[in-house]
């Protein structure tokens, strides 16, 4: 298994600034990705972090808002840009070494925009 | 598109009885399916990993069940502690698609 480090836990965070969230995991993974979790729902896919390249972002979710680093195997970081209240969510790291192989997950940073 | 639902939505209970968490999902073509659990505010936690070409998997007091021809997999919680207590997830991988599907989640509380 894999030990996922997610800094910060949590921030309060004003309207119109940014906060960077940062994925740190034990060891080398080849899959990582970002999801938001908005109050009572379920997980939503932001994107795939790629290492070395642009990040793949699903449907509804653009590079300007939330820019996306991986530059190593291990560590990635998530940009939330521009903050509005409803960007009030927990956002959680994913890593997996491949399609078929178990998936784990951060602890999540609560961010509550102001 | 893949369509995860989970049934109940929340569940109480008492601490001891044995319980059966259901999860449907729309379309059978899936390289796998995972549980998870989650408490309040905090990440998720894997439970198990069921393979397509498996039928379960058993871990502790936990048993997954998957019939990928259905559509369906049931979680399988013995003899249920307060600390069980958590909302359980279920997400299914497709085939050809880089992501999971997650459901909606079942709120578990057991009493004690």
């Known amino acids: 298994s894999a030990v996922i480090s997610q800094k910060p836990s949590r921030d309060i965070c004003q309207r119109g600034t940014s906060l960077t969230i940062q994925c740190q995991v034990d060891s080398q993974v080849t899959m990582m990705f970002w999801y938001r979790q908005q109050p009572g729902q379920s997980l939503t896919l932001i994107a795939t972090?790629?290492?070395?390249?642009?990040?793949?972002?699903e449907s509804g979710f653009v590079i300007d808002k939330f820019p996306i680093s991986r530059p190593n195997l291990t560590f990635s970081t998530l940009t939330v840009s521009n903050m509005s209240p409803e960007d009030s969510s927990i956002y959680l790291c994913?890593?997996?070494?491949?399609?078929?192989?178990?998936?784990?997950f951060g602890q999540g940073t609560r961010l509550t925009v102001v | 598109k893949q369509e995860v639902t989970q049934i109940p939505a929340a569940l109480s209970v008492p601490e001891g009885e044995n319980l059966v968490l259901n999860c449907s999902f729309t379309?059978?073509?899936?390289?796998?399916l995972q549980w998870f659990r989650q408490d309040p505010g905090k990440g998720l936690t894997s439970l198990l990993l069921i393979q397509s070409s498996q039928r379960e998997q058993t871990s502790g007091r936990l048993n997954a069940s998957l019939d990928k021809s259905s559509g369906r997999s049931t979680l399988y919680i013995a003899a249920s502690q307060p600390g069980d207590s958590a909302t359980y997830l279920c997400a299914v991988r497709p085939y050809n698609f880089n992501k999971f599907y997650f459901g909606s989640g079942t709120k578990l509380n057991v009493k004690p």
């Open positions: 972090a790629n290492q070395g390249s642009e990040a793949t972002y």
């Open positions: 994913s890593v997996q070494q491949g399609l078929n192989t178990e998936a784990f």
């Open positions: 379309d059978s073509a899936i390289y796998n």
